[in-house]
């Protein structure tokens, strides 16, 4: 097995705002291993983006604040580095693909310039040539002619832009990528076209991945594993194949299952989950999903349920998997 | 079962400074009363440009539109007031479609006012509630504003919005694409039970086949402005015929490791509306183009009943 190249330890973030705390991410553990894809799946608001920001350290001034935990890369504690040492890791060791191509590049700056920002950043005693070598190589490794680099953000459609905003991502190769919902502003033929393309540089550049998005359907076709997040928790994990194949599931996940229109049958209805997920700012005292659960009982609602493995790789957060006190298991 | 809606040779042609932009260009669809058309495109195909210019928000360039037989590019302002009371749209963004200073009860009672549609400001609120209660809105929220809830209620709004004058037909511009999976799926039911219960037809415009599928009778695919195919849903599903269709349903990933595979990727991008040459506009992206597509006067070709294809192959 090969070792863990980032691991997240009960990490808990919150956003202060006037009159409310929001708890935004309420003790996730978290290995991503070396060279792996790990799909971090979860609807609006479960925290995914907040997770993501927490590693990059980009968390909003003030407002974002990780109070308890670790994320270690490589044995360097990023909940505790400084500044000045994030800067030195952002980009080079770990970086970001942003989910909108359209707001994430500068509009007044040439798509080559702002590929060369980031490598002149990391690479300050490299020559004027040299940075624009590496720029041509990087535009053509995401299949955009490298004579197209004095162009305009505005010059390129959606799928194009999200191509360079994947070089800038690995133009210093880094270890760790996070890709925030890479493809879920483009077309789907575009979308099969970047993803394709983002798990060949993964591999050519030997990185893991962690690819934010709610849809199953990515995570089924590129993740290697899966971690599904509800109300700031991760509430089940495990291979792709514990989760799309496996036979037991938290109910959450059984839900979202239920909620797409499967494209090989017909089916009269979906079945959604009713209701809402919690306000993060009050949560609930037990389970996060006991209020839309279809399999609670009385004392889901008093009692904050463990991960409790259910085979070697997945775990459920749920007490029907938790070792009950008699020794019975469900 | 007759057609409520139906659309011929409909064109709409932008002028733009770098030349003319076909948007919809020579489109011929009819949607059967109380059935629903899904339309299917990538972004830039004219889908919710034909969804305008069927309820003549839009005045088309050419072509005709049959509304219950008549054709409505031939009233008057006045006749079509008339026809706009039966005919509603529901657009995708629930957070730019709603007036924020609005409280749910105007934003629901508007259609009504405009319309003069019942008499009494008494008989409006009791509608509105009415209304909510259709779609499953609960009543203590009549007073708030669109910011104070979230996506799921906001698109709620929408569709209240939409029955207030109770229509016949609805235009649904993505009516779910800005809403979460478990959210969509409550609203992707909704809209199916109203059908169901009141007789709607519907055309409903997505860029996800998915949802396309679970909800359509029909389905048209649209690429640059020209329908390419058009069947039902269970044959287009089964046997795409377009290449096009065929490179769509291709895209899409499906929820399970059965189909993960080398996905069959369609290369290049769409190619720009503006002035395009005469032949198949797909044909610089198509696997099996041939010298033929270059051609003008391919067209939609019924290749079994029912089951229209727009490709050289099939001429």
Same mark, same amino acid.
């Given at each position: 097995?090969?070792?863990?190249?980032?691991?997240?330890?009960?990490?808990?973030?919150?956003?202060?705002?006037?009159?409310?705390?929001?708890?935004?991410?309420?003790?996730?553990?978290?290995?991503?291993?070396?060279?792996?894809?790990?799909?971090?799946?979860?609807?609006?608001?479960?925290?995914?983006?907040?997770?993501? @920001?927490?590693?990059?350290?980009?968390?909003?001034?003030?407002?974002? !604040?990780?109070?308890?935990?670790?994320?270690?890369?490589?044995?360097?504690?990023?909940?505790?580095?400084?500044?000045?040492?994030?800067?030195?890791?952002?980009?080079?060791?770990?970086?970001?693909? !942003?989910? +909108?191509?359209? =707001?994430?590049?500068?509009?007044?700056?040439?798509?080559?310039?702002?590929?060369?920002?980031? @490598?002149? &950043?990391?690479?300050?005693?490299?020559?004027?040539?040299?940075?624009? &070598?590496?720029? +041509?190589?990087?535009?053509?490794?995401?299949?955009?002619?490298?004579?197209?680099?004095?162009?305009?953000?505005?010059?390129?459609?959606?799928?194009?832009?999200?191509?360079?905003?994947?070089?800038?991502? &690995?133009?210093?190769?880094?270890?760790?990528?996070?890709?925030?919902?890479?493809?879920?502003?483009?077309?789907?033929?575009?979308?099969?076209?970047?993803?394709?393309?983002?798990?060949?540089?993964?591999?050519? !550049?030997?990185?893991?991945?962690?690819?934010?998005?709610?849809? @199953?359907?990515?995570?089924?076709?590129?993740?290697?594993?899966?971690?599904?997040?509800?109300?700031?928790?991760?509430?089940?994990?495990?291979?792709?194949?514990?989760?799309?194949?496996?036979?037991?599931?938290?109910?959450? =996940?059984?839900?979202?299952?239920?909620?797409?229109?499967?494209?090989?049958?017909?089916?009269?209805?979906?079945?959604?989950?009713?209701?809402?997920?919690?306000?993060?700012?009050?949560?609930?005292?037990?389970?996060?999903?006991?209020?839309?659960?279809?399999?609670?009982?009385?004392?889901?609602?008093?009692?904050?349920?463990?991960?409790?493995?259910?085979?070697?790789?997945?775990?459920?957060?749920?007490?029907? !998997?938790?070792?009950?006190?008699?020794?019975?298991?469900? | 079962?007759?057609?409520?809606?139906?659309?011929?040779?409909?064109?709409?042609?932008?002028?733009?400074?770098?030349?003319?932009?076909?948007?919809?260009?020579?489109?011929?669809?009819?949607?059967?009363?109380?059935? $629903?058309?899904?339309?299917?495109?990538?972004?830039?195909?004219?889908?919710? $440009?034909?969804?305008?210019?069927?309820?003549?928000?839009?005045?088309?360039?050419?072509?005709?539109?049959?509304?219950?037989?008549? #054709?409505?590019?031939? *009233?008057?302002?006045?006749?079509?007031?008339?026809?706009?009371?039966?005919?509603?749209?529901?657009?995708?963004?629930?957070?730019?479609?709603?007036?924020?200073?609005? $409280?749910? %009860?105007?934003?629901?009672?508007?259609?009504?006012?405009?319309?003069?549609?019942?008499?009494?400001?008494?008989?409006?609120?009791?509608?509105?509630?009415?209304?909510?209660?259709?779609?499953?809105?609960?009543?203590?929220?009549?007073?708030?504003?669109?910011?104070?809830?979230?996506?799921?209620?906001?698109?709620?709004?929408?569709?209240?919005?939409?029955?207030?004058?109770?229509?016949?037909?609805?235009?649904? #511009?993505?009516?779910? %694409?800005?809403?979460?999976?478990?959210?969509?799926?409550?609203?992707?039911? /909704?809209?199916? #039970?109203?059908?169901?219960?009141?007789?709607?037809?519907?055309?409903?415009?997505?860029?996800?086949?998915?949802?396309?599928?679970?909800?359509?009778?029909?389905?048209?695919?649209?690429?640059?402005?020209?329908?390419?195919?058009?069947?039902?849903?269970?044959?287009?599903?089964?046997?795409?015929?377009?290449?096009? $269709?065929?490179?769509?349903? #291709?895209?899409?990933?499906?929820?399970?490791?059965?189909?993960?595979?080398? /996905?069959?990727?369609?290369?290049?991008?769409?190619?720009?509306?503006?002035?395009?040459?005469?032949?198949?506009?797909?044909?610089?992206? *198509?696997?099996?183009?041939?010298?033929?597509?270059?051609?003008?006067?391919?067209?939609?070709?019924?290749?079994?009943?029912?089951?229209?294809?727009?490709?050289?192959?099939?001429?």
């Amino acid at each position: 097995m090969s070792e863990n190249l980032l691991e997240i330890r009960d990490l808990h973030v919150t956003y202060r705002t006037d009159d409310d705390e929001i708890y935004a991410l309420n003790g996730v553990d978290l290995a991503v291993k070396k060279g792996e894809t790990l799909g971090l799946v979860g609807e609006t608001g479960a925290g995914k983006t907040t997770m993501a @920001l927490s590693i990059m350290r980009l968390l909003p001034d003030r407002v974002g !604040f990780i109070r308890q935990g670790e994320i270690m890369l490589e044995g360097v504690n990023l909940a505790r580095a400084t500044d000045a040492d994030m800067r030195l890791l952002r980009g080079n060791d770990v970086s970001m693909i !942003f989910q +909108d191509p359209m =707001t994430s590049l500068n509009p007044i700056h040439t798509v080559g310039r702002q590929i060369a920002e980031v @490598l002149i &950043l990391h690479n300050p005693s490299a020559s004027r040539d040299e940075i624009e &070598l590496k720029v +041509d190589e990087m535009m053509e490794t995401v299949g955009i002619p490298a004579d197209r680099k004095a162009e305009y953000p505005h010059q390129f459609s959606g799928g194009m832009k999200q191509r360079i905003i994947i070089a800038i991502a &690995l133009s210093c190769n880094p270890k760790l990528l996070l890709a925030d919902e890479p493809t879920t502003a483009l077309d789907v033929t575009i979308q099969a076209q970047v993803l394709n393309m983002m798990g060949e540089l993964k591999e050519k !550049f030997g990185a893991s991945m962690i690819l934010i998005t709610h849809d @199953l359907g990515v995570v089924a076709q590129i993740c290697d594993s899966v971690a599904i997040m509800y109300a700031g928790e991760i509430i089940e994990a495990g291979t792709a194949e514990d989760i799309f194949e496996g036979k037991s599931h938290h109910p959450y =996940t059984i839900g979202l299952f239920g909620a797409i229109p499967d494209m090989t049958k017909k089916t009269r209805r979906l079945n959604p989950i009713d209701g809402l997920m919690p306000d993060p700012s009050t949560l609930p005292p037990g389970c996060r999903f006991f209020e839309r659960c279809p399999s609670k009982d009385g004392d889901c609602g008093a009692h904050r349920p463990g991960m409790a493995p259910v085979s070697g790789t997945h775990r459920i957060k749920c007490r029907m !998997f938790a070792p009950q006190p008699g020794g019975m298991r469900e | 079962m007759s057609a409520l809606v139906e659309a011929r040779r409909l064109k709409k042609y932008f002028e733009t400074p770098r030349g003319l932009l076909h948007a919809v260009d020579d489109v011929d669809l009819s949607i059967g009363a109380g059935e $629903t058309l899904g339309v299917v495109g990538e972004s830039g195909c004219g889908k919710s $440009t034909l969804g305008r210019l069927i309820l003549r928000l839009l005045e088309p360039t050419g072509g005709e539109i049959l509304f219950d037989g008549r #054709d409505i590019l031939k *009233c008057k302002r006045s006749e079509m007031k008339a026809i706009w009371k039966q005919m509603q749209i529901i657009f995708q963004d629930p957070f730019s479609s709603l007036n924020p200073r609005m $409280t749910v %009860s105007e934003i629901i009672a508007e259609p009504m006012k405009v319309a003069r549609f019942l008499p009494t400001q008494n008989d409006i609120l009791e509608r509105v509630f009415e209304l909510m209660g259709i779609v499953g809105l609960a009543e203590r929220f009549v007073n708030t504003y669109p910011h104070e809830l979230d996506g799921g209620r906001r698109q709620r709004i929408g569709v209240a919005r939409a029955l207030a004058l109770n229509p016949r037909f609805i235009v649904c #511009d993505e009516p779910v %694409s800005a809403l979460d999976v478990s959210i969509q799926a409550q609203i992707l039911n /909704l809209m199916m #039970d109203l059908q169901e219960e009141m007789g709607l037809t519907y055309m409903f415009i997505t860029h996800d086949l998915s949802v396309v599928k679970h909800i359509s009778n029909n389905i048209a695919v649209m690429y640059l402005g020209q329908c390419v195919e058009l069947s039902w849903t269970d044959e287009l599903f089964e046997n795409p015929c377009h290449p096009y $269709t065929q490179g769509l349903l #291709d895209a899409i990933p499906s929820p399970n490791l059965s189909s993960r595979k080398q /996905l069959n990727i369609m290369k290049g991008e769409v190619t720009s509306p503006i002035n395009p040459k005469p032949g198949c506009r797909f044909a610089p992206r *198509c696997p099996k183009a041939s010298p033929g597509c270059q051609e003008p006067g391919i067209g939609l070709k019924e290749i079994r009943q029912g089951h229209f294809v727009s490709c050289y192959l099939y001429m």
